[in-house]
Every structure is written in C-alpha cells, then in structure tokens.
T-cell receptor
C-alpha cells in the first residue's frame, strides 16, 4: 500500500550495530504499529502507538525501541542487533473510527538480516 | 497464552473451485476478527472483518463465518482465481482492534 512506506526495504547488518527502520504514512491515521514476521509464526506485535504522545509495548518489545516523531512517522530501532532479530518487519496504521473495528493498513515490509 | 492458528497448512485448489480456509482461535473474549491476504513480497492486505455479534459476513467473492461455540473462523473464496494465490492470515482482538493476535497463515495455491 503506497500510503504506508517503509525504508529501507532491505538491510544487512552485523551483530552489535544500531539499526533504525523508518515508517511514514499519508493516511492521516493516529494509530501506528510495528510487527515482525518469522516463517511459521505469523506477525508478532513489537510496539504500537495510538497517538503522538502514546507508546506501548507489544508482545516482543525486548531489544527494540520506537519513536513517534509525528502523526505520520513511527521509527523502530534495534539498539544492538543480534542474529535472531533477522526477520521481515512491517509497519501498519489504523483508524478505529472507520468500518466495523480497527482494520490495519500495512507497509511493504523491511527485510532485515543480522549477520 | 493467546494463540491463533498454530500451524501453517497449504491448500491447493483448482481454478474456479471454491476455497475454504480455516482458523482456530483460543481466546473466547476476542470480539473482532480480520482476514488478511499476503502476496509474495508484499505486506498483508485487508480482505474482510467480522465482529463477535455476527456469525457471517459477505464481501465480493468472499465470506467469513464465525462459530464462537467452537472458536472457529473460516474464509470462503468463491470461484478461486490465480490471483487469489497467497498466504491468508486470520487475526483476533479484543476491544474491537486493540492488540491483534495473528495466526501463522495458510498458503493457498490455485492450480490451472
């Protein structure tokens, strides 16, 4: 979905390096999320933010931090990358005022490899 | 803990046939469910959703069925097309959208 963009799309880094993944959205949504996807495990929530001043830990927040710089931007940082953080990372946004519930719109993903 | 769809099965169907993808969820307090489609190299894309006060909802060529008694969700795709080939995820949440739990997905392959 072009309304949610992620940079970089692919990144290879070494153990111990600090990495930042960026997410930007033009949908005007207040809610933003970071997930990681591993084969056979589906999507797991890392952090989420319901507005600029709100940050919440998800299921697997250890080793990660986030920054909500503006309504449209939500960054995920790996303070000291380790190999088991190799995964596909997705950013998502939502607006609970629409539809039945809280449909999430996903970005194209960032493939991160930690050597 | 909460869990949705613990394995990743593969479903192969002939083009033109109907597909049924199943999902089991474990949290009886879940009140909102979504089916997502993920094509290779892309992020998940919303297909259809349903609230716990409903047992069926229809979209274009898709129907979601919810059986709260056995905590089971299914996605039916009518007249399956090659473009339907993807991994399909179910997701559950409480409070209509907070803290979604995703299943591992089902891979749908459409045979010519």
């Amino acid at each position: 979905d072009a309304d949610v963009t992620q940079t970089p799309r692919n990144r290879i880094t070494k153990t111990g390096k600090r990495i930042m993944l960026e997410c930007s959205q033009t949908k005007g949504h207040d809610r933003m999320y970071w997930y990681r996807q591993d084969p056979g495990l589906g999507l797991r929530l890392i952090y989420y933010s319901f507005d600029v001043k709100d940050i919440n830990k998800g299921e697997i927040s250890d080793g990660y931090s986030v920054s909500r710089q503006a309504q449209a931007k939500f960054s995920l940082s790996l303070e000291s990358a380790i190999p088991n953080q190799t995964a596909l990372y997705f950013c998502a946004t939502s607006d609970p005022g629409q539809g039945l519930g809280d449909e999430q719109f996903f970005g194209p993903g960032t493939r991160l490899t930690v050597l | 803990g909460e869990s949705v769809g613990l394995h990743l099965p593969t479903l192969s169907v002939q083009e033109g046939d109907n597909s049924i993808i199943n999902c089991a969820y474990s949290n009886s307090a879940s009140d909102y469910f979504i089916w997502y489609k993920q094509e290779s190299g892309k992020g998940p894309q919303f297909i259809i959703d349903i609230r716990s006060n409903m047992d069926k909802r229809q979209g274009q060529r898709v129907t979601v069925l919810l059986n709260k008694t056995v905590k089971h969700l299914s996605l039916q795709i009518a007249a399956t097309q090659p473009g339907d080939s993807a991994v399909y995820f179910c997701a559950e949440s409480r409070n209509y959208g907070q803290n979604f739990v995703f299943g591992p997905g089902t891979r749908l392959s459409v045979l010519p």
